[in-house]
C-alpha cells in the first residue's frame, strides 16, 4: 500500500479502538471516516490483492453477509463488517481492522452498493431483494434497481448471484434489452429464495405492464422479462445446488427465510471454489446475527428477538415466529425513519388467535393498525410488563430497529 494508505489504516484502526475502549459502539464508523479523510482511496487500497464479496438488498444482508462469511471461511481467513456498518466507513474499518486477508465478504447498504463496487472491485456480488423501506428517506425501489443496474453494467466482469424471484433484482441484474442473453451468460448465477412480499414489483421496471404471478413464476405480460430458471434452490431443510445435489441444512436461525439466506451464502462461497459439502457445516455454527434470533430466559419466559424494519421483514417475521404469545415493539426514530405509514402496508391478520402485546414509542400508531386489521392486542408500558403479562413458556418478540435496541439493552441490564 502506498505510505498515505498505511498511515490513513494504521490512524483508522486506532481511532476505532479508541471508541472502542470509551464505550461508544463498536468504532467502526469513525475509524472508517477519519481513514477516509487522510486518504479518500483507502478503501480500493485495502481492497486491492483480495477477493471480495458484496452482499446487498433491502432485507436478509446482516444475516446473509455472516453465513457467507462463515462459508467463504472454508478457504482461509475473511475480512467482514458483522456489526452492520455497511456503508463505506463501515468497510474501510473492517478492512483495515481484519489486516491482511485474502478475502472479504462484505453487507453493503444498498444505496451504496455502486459507490462500493467501483472502491472495491468486488469478484462477486450478491442481489437479495429490493422492497419499501424508510418512507421518509430511502429512494423508490424502482429508483433503487435502476441505479444498481447501471453499476453492474459499468462492471462487466463482476459475477452476479441474484435473486430469481424478484422482478426488480432480475432486472437490475440484466442489461437493457438483451434478457434473454444475460439469462443465460455464465456470470449470473440465479437463486430462488421465495419470496413473500409482492407488492413492490407488480409493474414491470423495463415497460410498465403488468407483472403476473402464477406459482413461483412470474412474468411481464408487455415484454420478455420473466423469472429466469434458478441455479440455486432451496427445498424442505435444504439446499439444492447447480448439480442437482441437496444438502441438509441445520441451522440454529429459524425459518424458511434463513435457508434461503444460507443458499444465497453458499452460492456466493461457491463463486470462490468452496464446495457446498465443506461449508454447510459452518453455517450451522451461526447462532444469532448482532442479536437477531437471540433467545435468552427471564422469569421462566423463554423471550426470542426478532428484528422486522419493513413491510417484507414483518411478513418474513410472522413466518419465523411460532405460534405463542407475541410481543411489538415500534418506535419512528431516525434509524427507523420517521414515517409509520407502512403498517398499514403490512397484514397483521397472521397474529389473530394469538396473545398480541403491543409498546414503544409508536405504540398507538400500531394499535389504530391492528384495531383496523382486526388483531385483538393488548398495551403494555415496557418489555417487563410484557414478560409478566404473559403465561411461563415461549414469548416471541418482534420490533423495528431501535425498538429492538432498547429491549436488547434492557436484557443485557438482566443478564
Ligand atoms: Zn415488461
Redesign the pocket.
Request: aromatic share 0%; charged share 10%.
Given at each position: 500500500m502506498p505510505l498515505r494508505a498505511k498511515v490513513a489504516s494504521s490512524v483508522s484502526r486506532t481511532a476505532a479502538a479508541l471508541s472502542r475502549a470509551a464505550g461508544r459502539g463498536d468504532g467502526s464508523v469513525i475509524g472508517g471516516w477519519i481513514g477516509l479523510k487522510i486518504d479518500p482511496e483507502l478503501l480500493a487500497h485495502l481492497s486491492a490483492g483480495r477477493a471480495i464479496a458484496l452482499i446487498s438488498g433491502t432485507n436478509g444482508k446482516t444475516t446473509t453477509t455472516r453465513l457467507a462469511a462463515a462459508a467463504v471461511g472454508v478457504l482461509g481467513r475473511v475480512a467482514t463488517n458483522s456489526f452492520g456498518a455497511n456503508m463505506p466507513t463501515g468497510h474501510t474499518s473492517a478492512l483495515a481492522k481484519a489486516g491482511s486477508t485474502p478475502y472479504a465478504v462484505l453487507e453493503v447498504d444498498e444505496h451504496y452498493l455502486a459507490q462500493v463496487i467501483e472502491a472495491t472491485d468486488p469478484h462477486v456480488v450478491a442481489l437479495l431483494n429490493l422492497s419499501r423501506d424508510q418512507l421518509d428517506r430511502a429512494k423508490e425501489v424502482a429508483m433503487m434497481a435502476q441505479l444498481w443496474r447501471a453499476a453492474l453494467i459499468r462492471h462487466p466482469d463482476v459475477r452476479i448471484i441474484a435473486n430469481a424471484d424478484d422482478p426488480m433484482v432480475v432486472w437490475a441484474a440484466t442489461p437493457p434489452a438483451t434478457h434473454d442473453q444475460r439469462i443465460t451468460a455464465p456470470h449470473v448465477t440465479w437463486f430462488s429464495a421465495g419470496q413473500r412480499w409482492h407488492d413492490d414489483s407488480w409493474v414491470?421496471p423495463?415497460?410498465?405492464?403488468t407483472?403476473q404471478r402464477s406459482g413461483d413464476q412470474w412474468w411481464?405480460?408487455?415484454?420478455p422479462?420473466r423469472r429466469p430458471d434458478p441455479q440455486w434452490t432451496v427445498d424442505d431443510q435444504g439446499v439444492v445446488d447447480p448439480t442437482g445435489a441437496w444438502y441438509k441444512v441445520k441451522l440454529q436461525l429459524p425459518g424458511k427465510v434463513n435457508v434461503g439466506n444460507a443458499a444465497t451464502a453458499l452460492a456466493v462461497a461457491a463463486e470462490f471454489g468452496v464446495r457446498p459439502f465443506d461449508a454447510v457445516p459452518r453455517l450451522g455454527d451461526v447462532t444469532s446475527v448482532a442479536g437477531r434470533y437471540a433467545q435468552v430466559v427471564r422469569d421462566g419466559r423463554t423471550v426470542r428477538l426478532l428484528l422486522a424494519k419493513n413491510p417484507a421483514s414483518w411478513l418474513e417475521a410472522f413466518d419465523m415466529a411460532d405460534e405463542a404469545p407475541t410481543l411489538l415493539s415500534i418506535n419512528a426514530r431516525d434509524p427507523d425513519g420517521l414515517d409509520t405509514s407502512w403498517l398499514f402496508d403490512v397484514d397483521f391478520a397472521p397474529l389473530r388467535g394469538r396473545q398480541v402485546l403491543i409498546t414503544g414509542d409508536r405504540a398507538y400508531d400500531l394499535a389504530v393498525r391492528l384495531e383496523v386489521n382486526d388483531v385483538p392486542f393488548q398495551y403494555v408500558r415496557s418489555f417487563d410488563d410484557a414478560v409478566r403479562a404473559v403465561p411461563p413458556g415461549r414469548l416471541e418478540v418482534i420490533a423495528n430497529y431501535t425498538a429492538f435496541q432498547d429491549i436488547r439493552a434492557e436484557l443485557d441490564r438482566v443478564n
Open positions: 414491470c423495463e415497460c410498465g405492464s407483472i411481464c405480460t408487455g415484454c422479462l
